[in-house]
């Protein structure tokens, strides 16, 4: 299945889905038992005491629901490219029309009474006037009432909407917003493996078609000097064959068998060449049980053979492979043919192994190439 098919596991986004229904709720429940634990609703248990706080908490409500369902997916998000000028205009116009609509409802015209706000604390109590006796009431008009004190830390209550408002939605906006980048963030890290996996299947089989056709020649030529041994290299290749069928379809083999292989290779190569060639192979007399990924020291065995061979001259390949419980290291020396250049021995084989390496290990193995002009060294360390 494609990442178009399906950009999210569906645990993932199970997990996002519980995470902000969590937060919003959290949220909500400290908005909703705010009033009742500070407020006049915390000290007389009246109707009008507990379903006071639910005037503002409504306007607060609209907010959220129309940032949420409307500003946010239909103007930030829309078409997948974020408009950050054109939201916060929606989202400020919002929050103006809220608040000016919470303000003309608690001040209504003359001679209405004005709703108090719930999260402000009780009015001052003033002490009624003392009782005057007739004869005082005649002699002078009664005094005007004395001014109400007013309460230098109590906020509007227009004022508490609006920055519950703000409030309000830098925190849903924030959470969509980190949701979403979670989400791209998944996506982009499945992309990511998807397309390793199927660089690494190029690779591969890059790599394969070219050691077999290697191979093939070499039992062609070995057909007509030993045909008793020729029918031995087939068998060993049948055996190789079946080892890259069965063995690395699962993207790792155990250390043992791809070193099994190894070893066959080398032997195949050996029937082809006479005494003259020293060929030379060292493998570890234990070897742990480790998970490596197959055919990565191919490129640099057909690369030795093909350009350290001389049928006129003496040559050697040496392979030596050292294995601890934490590593392996790979070290191939071979003398070079001919006159070539430094840079011969270099080829599409091994270009294509660094680039598997750099898929699989990232900066985790180290590989070093070196060319003198007479010899040509391969040094690879990665984990085991």
């Known amino acids: 299945m494609s990442m178009k098919d399906n950009p999210m596991p569906s645990y993932t986004k199970a997990r996002m889905s519980s995470y902000e229904v969590l937060l919003i709720s959290v949220v909500w429940i400290v908005l909703i038992a705010a009033p009742f634990l500070f407020g006049d609703a915390a000290d007389n248990g009246s109707w009008s005491s507990i379903t006071r706080p639910f005037e503002t908490l409504a306007p607060l409500a609209a907010v959220f629901l129309i940032n949420r369902f409307l500003l946010v997916p ?11 000028i054109v939201y916060i205009l929606s989202a400020c116009g919002l929050i103006a029309v809220i608040t000016v609509a919470s303000f003309l409802f608690a001040n209504p015209g003359p001679g209405k009474q004005q709703i108090p706000h719930p999260f402000s604390s009780r009015q001052p109590q003033l002490s009624p006037p003392p009782p005057q006796s007739p004869q005082s009431q005649q002699l002078s008009p009664p005094p005007p009432p004395p001014a109400q004190p007013k309460d230098p830390g109590q906020f509007p209550p227009y004022m508490n909407i609006l ?18 980048l979670a989400g791209s963030e998944q996506e982009k890290a499945e992309l990511e493996k998807e397309n390793m996996e199927t660089q690494l299947t190029i690779l591969k089989n890059q790599v394969s078609p070219h050691f077999f056709m290697n191979t093939l020649n070499n039992i062609h030529a070995l057909i007509d000097i030993n045909t008793t041994e020729a029918k031995e290299a087939v068998i060993r290749l049948s055996n190789m064959m079946r080892y890259l069928l069965y063995e690395t379809d699962s993207g790792t083999t155990s250390l043992s068998k791809e070193l099994e292989f190894v070893k066959s290779y080398i032997d195949l190569m050996k029937l082809r060449y006479t005494d003259s060639v020293v060929i030379s192979l060292n493998l570890p007399e234990r070897i742990p049980d480790r998970q490596i990924p197959p055919l990565l020291f191919t490129a640099f065995l057909e690369n030795a053979f093909k350009y350290g061979i001389s049928y006129k001259k003496k040559s050697y390949v040496y392979i030596d492979i050292i294995v601890d419980d934490q590593r392996l290291l790979l070290v191939v020396k071979n003398s070079i043919a001919g006159e070539t250049k430094e840079d011969t021995p270099s080829g599409l ?4 192994t660094r680039k598997r390496l750099d898929l699989l290990f990232g900066g985790n193995y180290h590989l070093d190439i070196m060319n003198d002009g007479s010899e040509f060294n391969v040094a690879l360390s990665l984990p085991v």
Do not use: A, W
């Open 74 to 84: 239909f103007i930030l998000f829309r078409r997948g490219k974020p408009n950050y």
């Open 163 to 180: 920055i519950f408002s703000i409030l309000l939605v830098g925190f849903d906006t924030g959470l969509r917003m980190s949701v979403r």
């Open 349 to 352: 084989g091994i270009e294509n």
